[in-house]
């Protein structure tokens, strides 16, 4: 992970969960780590766990689904940093435990609004800025809702399932160009958005433990290490991938 000791990483949705964890280990192996997210006070704890272990970071409050506020993210790395060489995007939100029928276009537009349309302005401006400066990796993080239906999900499900999408399209586009484009499939990960979604779904607890073969939620950390490898010259042949990490869920 030498490699990685001075770059230049986003993290969006930086300041809770797997976005947060992603960024205290790119922070751990010197990165400087722009932490992004609509949270200052959960931002600010990321960007304080990384400085108290020798890191350098600066949060930036952002809103991903603002095409303003994503340019301001991107500009504010480059101005601080100098330039950008990777993203990790998991700024996003969970399902509203309703069966399709009942999801209002509001919920259904919120969703695809912050999950697929948030991540496109990403992945937009961070590929620009890569592009002035030689290349980059961009990690997206999508979920085994990509490819395996959740019970009372299915506007959830869509949105990641188009991130599978976008991932592919674009890591073919920009493949010669220097810039590997990869997703990341968590399985259920104990943050603060799985324990709110099982909350609000009394059913989906016992769902998704029945479904996950190790028979355990994942970490944070566990989802924050597979993004950290693939941003790394490590996986320097590695793009257009859907890459699990999800205790054998998708395997099924
Ligand atoms: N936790 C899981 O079980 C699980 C499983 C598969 C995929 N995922 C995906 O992983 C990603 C991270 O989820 P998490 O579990 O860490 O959730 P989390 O709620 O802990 O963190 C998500 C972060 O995104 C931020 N965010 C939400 N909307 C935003 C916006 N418009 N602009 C900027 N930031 C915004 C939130 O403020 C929060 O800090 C999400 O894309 C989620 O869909 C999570």
Not at 41 to 46: E, K, L
Request: aromatic share 4%; proline share 2%.
């Amino acid at each position: 992970m030498s490699s990685m000791k001075g770059k230049s990483i986003i993290v969006t949705g930086g300041g809770s969960g797997i976005g947060q964890a992603a960024a205290q280990l790119l922070g751990e192996v010197g990165c400087n780590v722009t932490v992004a997210d609509l949270n200052a006070a959960g931002g600010a704890v990321t960007v304080a766990a990384i400085e108290k272990a020798g890191g350098r970071a600066q949060f930036v409050q952002t809103d991903v689904s603002s095409e303003s506020s994503v340019q301001n993210m991107v500009n504010s790395a480059v101005a601080t940093y100098g330039r950008l060489d990777g993203a990790c995007n998991a700024a996003g939100v969970s399902q509203r435990g309703k069966l399709l029928h009942e999801v209002t276009l509001e919920e259904w537009d919120r969703c695809h609004g912050i999950n697929l349309r948030g991540l496109f302005l990403c992945n937009k401006y961070q590929i620009a800025a890569m592009l002035k400066t030689g290349g980059g990796a961009i990690v997206n993080i999508a979920s085994t809702a990509a490819v395996v239906g959740f019970p009372n999900g299915a506007e959830y499900c869509a949105s990641k399932a188009g991130v599978m999408g976008l991932v592919r399209g674009a890591a073919i586009d920009y493949a010669t160009k220097g810039i590997r484009v990869n997703a990341v499939l968590p399985g259920g990960t104990l943050t603060p958005m799985l324990q709110s979604a099982m909350e609000q779904d009394k059913g989906l607890e016992a769902a998704l433990a029945a479904v996950h073969p190790m028979c355990r939620f994942g970490q944070p950390n566990e989802i924050g290490a597979a993004v950290r490898w693939l941003l790394s010259d490590e996986a320097s042949f590695v793009t257009g991938a859907a890459f699990p990490v999800d205790g054998g869920h998708s395997a099924i």
